[in-house]
């Protein structure tokens, strides 16, 4: 592991591909309106019966403010009045969801996220706590992973001991950059002491483990100015840290047509960006996990890399794979099972259809034979940065080799240029590869060549 990532620039500018970030496979650009509330009641049951463990994604819409770069699903609203009949139709979500399911799964994960959560005041966040705990069993002595994510702008010294009363033992918390510039050019004004004074609040309430959010190939970034914004959250200490590559894609996402695409950084800007990132962040004793994410040594993200359990879902690199995710929320993703099911995007829809007492069901999948092996094979790519073919083949009763007969051509330049190890019995991504898992999962992508490109985000 110490050699984790060796920075190749021409592999990166040969491979630096856009395409799925795989949190899940297949990908949500599948989804499709053949998928309803009746799927997603017939996989809870089938939840039930397996009686498998919960981990639930609860998505709090509403922002203060807009954030040019970004391309989450948000209601910027100045009135927070609005709060309220949103949670009352969370709760009937809950109650129609609930029902199906045993009073004795656990829920081993709980993530707040937005939006920004802590939109809400202190009497709605007890309010919503309570409605969790009274539809599903939610743990009582602090041993689940219950996130949220923080924008140092909406949060205080009472509001991370209210969070930490009401569960929650993890935070993410919102950087992105501490430029003063930068942070004009995304219209994210936010101070190091801001940010510094959640994570000592975080740290002197026990909180388990606080992650940093930051995204370089901003409006105004050099790599000079971004390598001091690293600086200052190593100083931090943050257990985890994620470093997003921004996709600049104005036609998508309305938000970022206010950014002045002549403000951002070249290409090779942004490539040095990233380097100078994992030099100071190796420096600093983080270990590279995958994608964009770095944890220290003691991390559960990096033991269990280590010991070969990581999994990756919808909320990214996990250690509760295993556990059926529910999204309850405008937008929210669930997947029970092999069902990936989605809500409604639009908040009127979402909110309409419970108030006529139906799921906000809007999309999703059912997955086929081929997806599952599919998924496995990503996932162990994307999670290990290895993959035993005795063990596919076990699972799938296949050949591995006869399986993925057409796809050894591109496997075997990939090896020949120093990404994989290709034998004949695994898959070994190397280190100059690991920056470029993604570009390796692709190859076993099938849907991928159907897909426009230019709806995901590049590699780097």
């Avoid at 960006?273 to 996990?289: C, D, F, K, P, V």
């Avoid at 849907?447 to 985000?457: I, V």
């Amino acid at each position: 592991m110490l050699d984790a990532i060796r920075w190749d620039t021409d592999l990166i500018r040969r491979y630096d591909l856009a395409g799925p970030r795989y949190t899940s496979y297949p990908t949500a650009v599948q989804f499709n309106s053949q998928v309803g509330a009746f799927d997603l009641l017939h996989a809870l049951r089938d939840s039930r019966k397996a009686q498998r463990p919960l981990s639930l994604y609860v998505h709090i819409p509403f922002c203060a403010n807009i954030c040019y770069y970004c391309a989450c699903n948000k209601v910027i609203t100045k009135d927070r009045s609005r709060a309220l009949p949103y949670l009352q139709r969370l709760e009937q979500e809950m109650q129609l969801i609930a029902c199906h399911l045993a009073p004795n799964q656990r829920v081993e994960q709980l993530h707040f996220g937005g939006g920004t959560p802590t939109f809400l005041n202190h009497d709605e966040l007890r309010q919503l706590m309570a409605l969790l705990r009274k539809h599903f069993n939610l743990l009582d002595d602090d041993s689940g992973d219950y996130g949220i994510e923080i924008d140092p702008r909406e949060a205080d010294w009472s509001t991370m001991g209210l969070l930490r009363e009401l569960g929650f033992n993890r935070v993410s918390i919102g950087l992105q950059d501490l430029d003063p510039a930068v942070q004009r050019a995304v219209n994210r004004l936010q101070s190091l002491e801001e940010t510094r004074a959640v994570i000592e609040a975080a740290r002197t309430l026990q909180f388990r483990s606080i992650n940093i959010d930051l995204i370089y190939g901003l409006p105004k970034q050099t790599p000079e100015h971004f390598a001091r914004t690293v600086e200052e959250v190593i100083s931090l200490q943050p257990d985890r840290l994620s470093v997003f590559n921004y996709a600049h894609l104005p036609e998508r996402f309305m938000p970022q047509r206010r950014i002045n695409g002549n403000e951002l950084p070249a290409p090779a800007e942004k490539l040095e960006m990233l380097q100078r990132t994992i030099e100071q962040l190796t420096a600093a004793g983080y270990r590279y996990i995958g994608m964009d994410h770095f944890a220290l040594p003691d991390d559960e993200l990096a033991i269990a890399q280590e010991e070969s359990t990581l999994q990756r879902n919808f909320q990214g690199y996990t250690t509760h794979g295993h556990c059926d995710l529910i999204g309850l929320g405008v937008s929210a993703i669930s997947q029970i099972g092999d069902l990936y099911c989605q809500n409604s995007s639009d908040l009127t829809q979402y909110q309409n259809a419970l108030a006529g007492a139906q799921l906000a069901t809007s999309r999703g999948l059912v997955c086929n034979t081929d997806d599952r092996l599919r998924r496995e094979v990503i996932q162990q790519l994307i999670c290990n940065f290895s993959l035993k073919f005795e063990d596919i083949e076990k699972a799938f009763n296949i050949d591995f080799r006869g399986y993925f007969n057409e796809l050894w051509p591109d496997l075997q330049e990939m090896a020949d240029d120093g990404l994989i190890q290709l034998s004949a019995e695994a898959i070994t991504v190397l280190p100059a590869g690991r920056l470029l898992v993604r570009s390796v999962c692709m190859i076993f992508d099938a849907y991928l060549g159907q897909q426009n490109r230019q709806r995901f985000s590049r590699v780097i």
